[in-house]
């Protein structure tokens, strides 16, 4: 038998050059706007921008603005479907949400019109207000809302905190979810009382991270379920597969196929300018930046992680595994 031609070795340092280039790169980008329709994000400074990657012994490698709070928005998304998997399992949650791609806007109303029976997958804005209102114990919003936070905390490694201004910003702006989340309860759609469910999803976006947070987020996700910086198996490796699709799925929206077609890792957005990517049994990456595209996706972020998978030649549809990442 001759040598296994699809495995290969990784070391740490190639990583961290990755990183370090895929930083210098992209840094100078241009283009994309703060998302306007949420006045407390129109302000967030543009020129912020951070990347970094968790490794599988909880070794992290940065570069830029990593310890900057951001709004977590969209991203709460994939930690609140682990949680709803965890109490409820992964059938439970593909019955009464679904785990498919939409192909249509984050808040697309008509997604839901399309659909007769489930509104589609945790990761859009329906499909997450009706992952909140699932989340146990049912009917008390605030045993609810610690179960959110405890369930990103232990992804995290540390807690996240509340940003009120956001919250208040965004609170004040939602009439399209507070649609959403109406429709849901006309259709059936949704397991608890809609303006709850509607406040918990609004808080949970509201949550302020960091890059370095997201990444540990990611590399919990990437080694199935195993949060390697706090050394704690945080939720059952059997989701880890599921998780992983939803994001593959729809963590994009619209610009989902083109994003895999292009990037080659599952990644997960939201319009604080955060993105999530998992490369599983290999590593989490996060990158930041506020600036957006017409889809709602950070421009630079998108940038700095395909930078990084170029330079690693990783992508989760090749052939070729790296069966080894050394020191
Ligand atoms: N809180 C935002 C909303 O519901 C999140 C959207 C996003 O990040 N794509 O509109």
Redesign the pocket.
């Known amino acids: 038998m001759g040598k296994c031609y699809t495995c290969r070795e990784v070391t740490i340092d190639q990583v961290r050059r990755a990183v370090d280039e895929a930083y210098e790169e992209t840094k100078g980008l241009t283009g994309g706007k703060n998302a306007s329709y949420i006045p407390f994000l129109a302000e967030a400074d543009p020129n912020l921008f951070g990347l970094c990657v968790c490794l599988p012994d909880g070794s992290l490698v940065t570069a830029g603005d990593t310890k900057a709070v951001f709004g977590i928005?969209?991203v709460s998304k994939v930690p609140t479907a682990i949680l709803a998997m965890r109490q409820h399992g992964a059938e439970g949650v593909l019955k009464k949400i679904g785990a498919n791609a939409t192909g249509l806007p984050?808040?697309s109303i008509m997604a839901i019109l399309l659909e007769n029976d489930s509104p589609s997958t945790p990761l859009v804005?329906a499909g997450a207000i009706a992952a909140c209102s699932l989340v146990k114990p049912k009917g008390d919003p605030e045993a609810k809302w610690n179960a959110i936070t405890d369930n990103l905390a232990e992804l995290a490694g540390s807690p996240l905190v509340l940003l009120d201004k956001l919250y208040a910003s965004?609170s004040a702006t939602d009439f399209n979810?507070r649609s959403i989340a109406w429709l849901l309860k006309n259709y059936g759609r949704i397991f608890d009382d809609p303006e709850m469910s509607l406040d918990l999803y609004?808080r949970q976006?509201s949550m302020g991270v960091t890059c370095e947070q997201m990444a540990i987020m990611a590399g919990t996700m990437a080694a199935d379920g195993y949060n390697p910086v706090t050394d704690t198996q945080v939720f059952d490796p059997d989701l880890a597969p599921k998780v992983t699709s939803l994001v593959t799925t729809v963590g994009f929206y619209q610009n989902t196929g083109n994003w895999l077609f292009e990037a080659g890792i599952p990644a997960k957005s939201?319009?604080?300018g955060g993105i999530l990517g998992i490369m599983p049994g290999l590593f989490g990456i996060a990158a930041f930046s506020p600036p957006l595209d017409e889809a709602?996706n950070s421009v630079k972020a998108q940038a700095a992680i395909k930078a990084v998978m170029r330079k690693l030649d990783l992508n989760i549809f090749s052939g070729k595994r790296i069966c080894q990442l050394t020191t």
């Open positions: 928005e969209s984050f808040n804005n965004e979810n609004t976006c939201g319009v604080g709602g």
